[in-house]
């Protein structure tokens, strides 16, 4: 679900069914970083493993994700994550990774900075570029390509 939303691990394991509305695709996050709200939209894939866990989730537990104990939410993935890493046979990663990783694939899809901004809840367009502005060098390039393929038609055509 992480590399699904883009959300940041505890505004994920925090989550609480009553901020997340199946028949609209989203989530109000109540509590995040910034200390405001935001809406949260689902894609397909997410929406659909949310619905899958609602349908397996405990009678009553007010957590999308809770702890295992029973007392609380999710806080601490690393043994799940070290068992799937182990078995996908990958060394380093972190739950943050998968964060990095929606960004990511959101601008080399070529996803508009300010759009990838909101989806992360990043607070100015700033912090955003810091990270994944140079992501839209391959981009660019593959648009600067188009440009050149339709020149070297031309050019082909007329010689």
Not at 27 to 48: C, E, Q, Y
Not at 53 to 72: D, L, S, T
Not at 106 to 118: E, H, I, P, R
Request: net charge positive; aromatic share 6%; charged share 25%.
């Amino acid at each position: 679900m992480l590399l699904l939303t883009g959300l940041r691990r505890m505004e994920l394991f925090k989550l609480r069914w009553s901020e997340v509305e199946l028949d609209k695709a989203s989530v109000r996050l109540l509590d995040s970083k910034s200390g405001h709200g935001r809406t949260v939209v689902l894609n397909s894939l997410a929406l659909d493993l949310m619905h899958k866990i609602k349908e397996e989730a405990a009678p009553g537990c007010p957590w999308v994700f809770p702890a295992r104990n029973g007392g609380g939410h999710l806080v601490d993935v690393r043994k799940a994550l070290w068992r799937a890493m182990e078995r996908a046979g990958i060394t380093d990663l972190r739950p943050h990774d998968m964060r990095r990783s929606f960004a990511s694939l959101a601008v080399n899809a070529g996803v508009d900075l300010y759009q990838v901004k909101d989806l992360l809840g990043h607070s100015t367009v700033a912090v955003t570029q810091r990270s994944y502005a140079h992501l839209q060098q391959g981009t660019l390039r593959s648009a600067s390509e188009v440009v050149a393929k339709t020149i070297g038609q031309a050019q082909a055509m007329a010689g």
